[in-house]
């Protein structure tokens, strides 16, 4: 029975992405140990925590037994059905987002009261039917709202002591990028960055909460994201640091202001490396997104940096690149670190 070991700091946040995993071993407690915490888990590691130290405590306590969705489903469906239950969700702020195999669809309401019986505190839930198109927009089914609810698609989501204000039927909130988002957040300190799609703040706001850069120059085309971009500078208190820019990033990029450029960017991701290698000064870094068949990891992405910075005249230097999760079969979202030089 293993456990990871985390900062405590951190530990709230990796819990809720470890429950939401269906990694995290609900019957056993946390165990504080100094300044860290062990949080047990079940189950293969998943990628996006391969960083943290894992040990097995042998002085382990347990919980009393949660009721899970499948027990709490038992009388209402039937064993072929009980099987289809979805073994994980999201927890956006106070809503649930769920995807559920076609054949519960009938049994949707049901499913949907099970999930605010388990999560007494959220609101509403939705049935997920993907994110889709050039913007990134979520396709969402209003399945279950408690009473008096006004608007249950709008929440504000915690995220390594940052609030993110969406609406979750308008906006994608991708809680598998968590490491990445935390990882940024440590970087950027003093510097001029530009986070070319900036979303609601996903990178920019707790690179500017926890690393205080200079600028963040958050470029974002789509009017539902920008809008909620805007009300987060505001919530975060990040005004004098994050510049919201609206617009395509090919058009508003700034050429050779900064020290740092985040393109956070899945599918094609590589027709805007020209306007990102651009905006760097001399010695600037780039974080370059791309989702990428398994075999082309991760030499598509690096072939595709060099190549660009030769055609300006520039050279890129390789150094680092990270797995962020998988993105459909065979296909993951990795990011390259590159200096150009
Ligand atoms: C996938 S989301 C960002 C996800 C975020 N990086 C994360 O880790 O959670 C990409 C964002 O880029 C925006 N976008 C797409 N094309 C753009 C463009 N040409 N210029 C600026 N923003 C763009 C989309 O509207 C969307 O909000």
Redesign the pocket.
Known sequence: MKALVVPKEQAETARLRLLELGCLDTKRKLSKKGEHLEIPITGAIPPEFGSYRVVWPDDAKYYEPEPTLRDLMRGHLDDDKLALLPGGWQIIGDIVVISMHSDLYPERKQVGDAMLELYPYCKSVYLDEGISG???RPCRELVVVRDGVDDPALTVHNENECRFMLDVTK????KG?LQ??MRMSRLGNGEVVVD????IG??AIPMAVHSRPDRIIA????PE?YRYLLENIRLNSVEGIVEPIF????EMTPISSADRVVM???GNTRH?LEYGIKALKSGGILHY?DTVPVRLVPSRSIDLIRNEACKQGRRAEILDWHRIKKYSPGVWHVVVDAVIK
């Open positions: 050039k913007l990134r906006v994608m909130f991708s990028n990445e988002k070319m799609f900036a979303g996903y990178f470029i974002e085309l789509n994201s617009g395509d990033c090919a956070g960017y899945v805007y997104h």
